[in-house]
C-alpha cells in the first residue's frame, strides 16, 4: 500500500493543519481524514490513477472532515466511522465547530460504522481498525502491515487533547499503551 500525506506534499493552506492521506493499492484509493479542499483532493487521485472507496474518520471532529460531503458527493465513496462517533457527524457540538466558534456545520450519516478488528479491503491490502478511544469515544487507528494512521491519538511529538466535551485522558491513555503494547514496531503517521 502508498500512503502519500497530501497535507505535506500539496500546496494547500486550508484547514487546521489536519494531516489527509491519500492510501492507494490496486487501483483503488481511500482518503483518511479529509481536511483539505475537495479540487486537491480529487487533482491527487486523478493522479494515483485511482479510484476512491473509502473516506475514512480516524475521529469525527470538523478540523478533519471539512470536505467529508463535497468529497463523498463528487466521487460515491463510502464515508467510514466508528460507531461510538457517528452521531458527531450530525451534531456540530460533538463535531467541535460550536466550540470553536465556527458555522454549526453538519455532515450527512455515514454509510459505514467501524468498530475494533474490522477490516477495510483496499485493493490488494487490508486496512485494520483499531479503536483507541480518549480523544474522542471513537477514535481509531488503521494498520497495514508495518504502518499505522494514528488520527489525533497520536501527534508528530504529542498526543490528542481530552479537554475537550467527550474527551477522557484515561482512555487515551490506555489506548496509548496498547499501540505501543500490540504494535511496538509500527511506522507512525499522525493526525497532526
Known amino acids: 500500500m502508498k500512503i502519500k500525506n497530501l497535507t505535506l506534499s500539496e500546496s494547500t493552506v486550508f484547514g487546521y493543519s489536519s494531516n489527509c492521506y491519500l492510501l492507494t493499492s490496486g487501483g483503488e484509493a481511500a482518503i483518511v481524514d479529509p481536511s483539505l479542499e475537495t479540487g486537491v483532493i480529487l487533482t491527487a487521485l486523478s493522479l494515483a490513477d485511482a479510484k ?38 450530525g451534531n456540530p457540538d460533538f463535531s ?6 465556527i458555522s454549526a456545520v453538519t455532515y450527512a450519516p455515514a454509510e459505514m460504522l467501524l468498530s475494533d478488528g474490522d477490516v477495510l479491503r483496499l485493493g490488494e491490502d487490508e486496512l485494520k481498525v483499531v ?30 487533547r481530552t479537554d475537550f466535551p467527550r474527551s477522557d485522558t484515561l482512555q487515551l491513555l490506555r489506548s496509548i499503551d496498547r499501540i505501543y503494547k500490540e504494535y511496538p514496531d509500527a511506522t507512525i503517521y499522525p493526525g497532526h
Do not use: Q
Open 52 to 89: 476512491l472507496k473509502y473516506i475514512i474518520l480516524t475521529h469525527a471532529h470538523f478540523d478533519h472532515m471539512h470536505t467529508l460531503d463535497s468529497l463523498r458527493e463528487a466521487t460515491g465513496a463510502m464515508v467510514c466511522v466508528h460507531a461510538d462517533d457517528a452521531e458527531a457527524l
Open 96 to 101: 467541535l465547530y460550536t466550540l470553536f466558534r
Open 131 to 160: 479503536h483507541t478511544p480518549g480523544h474522542t469515544p471513537g477514535c481509531i487507528c488503521l494498520v497495514c502491515g508495518d504502518d499505522m494512521l494514528t488520527g489525533d491519538t497520536l501527534f508528530d511529538m504529542s498526543v490528542g
